[in-house]
């Protein structure tokens, strides 16, 4: 088949990866986990009497998923539901609301490698790219009542959390990521219960839920005169945080911690032409509609700073590593399912 080339747009080029990270790694779900073999969930339709039949392409993909999908499901999730809010907002009517930018410090593969269709799986080093993955995301707590007063404070009050992600239509050499019919918009929703209602001495201390998706998107690339097209991706976190909250002047810190239960969904069909034994053959290469999951532990600090309109917020996180996944190729020396650290930068306003 044709050699993979590394555009050379620089910048744009490591943002279409880490999109491209998005829609391919929710691909292949917890059919391909579960399997004992690496190409379940996966059929080729290639020419008779090809050997292999495509057992390198479908590994390779499983591979990719296993080493690409924790660094997405983080970004969806984030850290704090609303960036510098630990306790409630004290009643109906209140409300604060979020701008930000979530980025994970990732990984993603850099290396051309071959995809064979004839003979079994060969091992194969794709090696590691530290990249930026990117997500921006609009968030609101909305006040539903004001709890129970105790001393200085309320305790049991709670907020309605909302929120929104937002991905646009890109194109970069052979990369094109399309929104499609979610017009690149996805919903957030949640509940947040106050255990102690911030006030000018006691700090604010909530429970919260929320469940997060990423806007559905079609992925094409087209290198060469092979075609890959992902179909219908979007990928949901769900993820519970405890975080507790101080206001002093014009500072304000906040930490938590907290689980995702992340779930992908999509599917996948592909083009690829290679010469075997001299002859030219077609193989196309699907993955029919599969979900994953998988959960992780998260911890974060935020710091803010009073801009007298709204509020500075910036975020550092650390998502834990999960259960180790075997992978039979390699990725420069990163494993998959490792940990990862996480930030965001934000506007925050309350009223």
């Not at 591979?63 to 999908?69: A, E, I, P, S, T």
């Not at 997405?72 to 809010?85: D, M, S, T």
């Not at 930026?132 to 709890?147: C, H, K, Q, S």
């Given at each position: ?24 790694t ?6 391909a ?8 969930g ?28 924790p660094?997405v499901?983080?970004?969806v ?45 060969v ?12 997500l ?34 890109v ?8 929104p ?17 209602q911030?006030?000018?001495v ?25 075609t ?22 014009i500072?304000?810190v ?43 532990n ?41 940990g ?12």
């Amino acid at each position: 088949m044709c050699a993979r080339r590394r555009d050379s747009g620089g910048d744009m080029r490591r943002v279409m990866t880490a999109l491209t990270v998005l829609a391919v790694t929710s691909a292949l779900g917890t059919r391909a986990l579960a399997a004992q073999s690496g190409t379940a969930g996966c059929s080729v339709s290639s020419p008779s009497g090809l050997p292999g039949g495509g057992a390198d392409v479908c590994r390779k993909a499983e591979d990719l998923f296993r080493f690409l999908v924790p660094q997405v499901g983080v970004a969806v999730a984030g850290g704090n539901p609303v960036p510098g809010e630990g306790g409630t907002m004290g009643g109906w009517g209140r409300r604060a609301f979020s701008l930000r930018l979530v980025g994970v410090d990732g990984y993603v593969p850099k290396n051309v490698v071959p995809l064979n269709l004839a003979g079994a799986a060969v091992r194969s080093d794709f090696g590691a790219d530290r990249t930026i993955v990117p997500l921006p995301a609009l968030d609101a707590a909305i006040g539903l009542t004001t709890g129970i007063p105790f001393g200085l404070t309320n305790i049991g009050g709670v907020d309605l959390l909302v929120g929104a992600t937002v991905l646009p239509k890109v194109s970069a050499g052979s990369f094109q990521l399309d929104p499609g019919g979610s017009g690149g918009v996805a919903f957030s929703y949640g509940l947040r219960v106050g255990a102690l209602q911030e006030s000018s001495v006691i700090p604010g201390l909530s429970v919260s839920y929320m469940r997060r998706q990423s806007p559905t998107v079609d992925l094409t690339y087209t290198p060469g005169n092979d075609t890959l097209r992902v179909s219908d991706t979007d990928v949901k976190s769900n993820s519970i945080r405890v975080v507790a909250s101080k206001r002093l002047a014009i500072f304000g810190v906040a930490v938590g911690v907290g689980r995702d239960d992340i779930e992908g969904r999509s599917s996948v069909n592909a083009v690829v032409n290679e010469s075997v034994l001299g002859a030219p053959r077609r193989a196309t290469v699907s993955v029919p509609i599969l979900a994953e999951k998988i959960t992780r532990n998260s911890a974060f600090v935020n710091a803010s700073l009073n801009l007298i309109f709204a509020r500075l917020v910036g975020e550092y996180g650390w998502s834990n590593a999960g259960d180790a996944r075997g992978t039979l190729n390699t990725f420069g020396g990163r494993k998959a399912n490792e940990g990862y650290r996480y930030g965001s930068i934000g506007l925050t306003t309350r009223f």
